[in-house]
């Protein structure tokens, strides 16, 4: 079946490193892929997506490239701040068949000032 | 727009007692989904109400009921709670009838529910 794994954390990185969330999916079709975030006592907000090979998902710095051959759809930034201090979770959806986001079991990310 | 809204926030009850969780989606919207996020998970679908009826439905046992209204709010029922049960309930929204961002869903704060 589908599913989706992602690096554990939690990662911790001082301000303005870069930063790489890895994730690799196994996929039956043609998923779009996600990245949603979640701050300390919030839900999910949808970080960046992508709904084909190779595109680029990309927001408030944000960068994911939906890579086929790998399977990888990796979360990079390339200056964090101690506001990007969040859960982050990779997913996998299909648009056209049962709607149901499948999600990564998330990595806590510390940025440290 | 006040976005997906979930009451309430936060709910403690006891083993084998039944728990009703609301949630009203985003305006324009006509799909609820539910999802339990158990304590350093991903989120794991519950199922689907669309046009008041069950159209998708995850791993989850029968204890687990839902309902949607003519306002395409809905309802999630659990009974018999479980201590297992406790998790963090989130609600998302969607169109099916847009186009562009049909079936993004919009995710709620989510109601913690703790079972003692």
């Known amino acids: 079946g589908d599913s989706v794994t992602q690096m554990e954390g939690p990662v911790t990185l001082s301000e303005e490193a870069f930063l790489t969330i890895n994730c690799t999916y196994t996929a039956t079709g043609y998923p779009s892929l996600f990245w949603y975030v979640q701050y300390p006592g919030e839900g999910l907000q949808l970080l960046l997506k992508a709904t084909k090979a190779d595109d680029k998902g990309s927001n408030k710095g944000f960068e994911a490239t939906y890579r086929k051959e790998t399977t990888s759809f990796h979360l990079e930034k390339g200056s964090v701040q101690v506001s990007d201090s969040a859960v982050y979770f990779c997913?996998?959806?299909?648009?056209?068949?049962?709607?149901?986001?499948?999600f990564g079991k998330g990595t806590r990310l510390h940025i440290l000032p | 727009d006040a976005g997906v809204t979930q009451s309430p926030t936060h709910l403690i009850k006891t083993r084998g007692q039944q728990v009703t969780l609301r949630c009203s989606p985003k305006?324009?919207?006509?799909?609820v989904s539910w999802y339990q996020q158990a304590l350093g998970q991903g989120p794991q679908f519950i199922f689907q109400y669309y046009e008041e009826e069950e159209r998708q439905r995850g791993n989850f046992p029968d204890r687990f009921s839902g309902h949607q209204f003519p306002n395409y709010s809905s309802e999630l029922n659990v009974n018999a709670l479980l201590l297992g049960d406790s998790a963090l309930y989130l609600c998302?929204?969607?169109?099916?009838?847009?186009?562009?961002?049909?079936?993004?869903?919009?995710f709620g704060p989510g109601t913690r529910l703790t079972v003692l």
């Open positions: 997913a996998l959806f299909y648009s056209n068949r049962d709607d149901k986001i499948i």
């Open positions: 305006s324009g919207h006509d799909t």
């Open positions: 998302a929204s969607s169109s099916r009838a847009g186009t562009g961002t049909k079936n993004e869903q919009f």
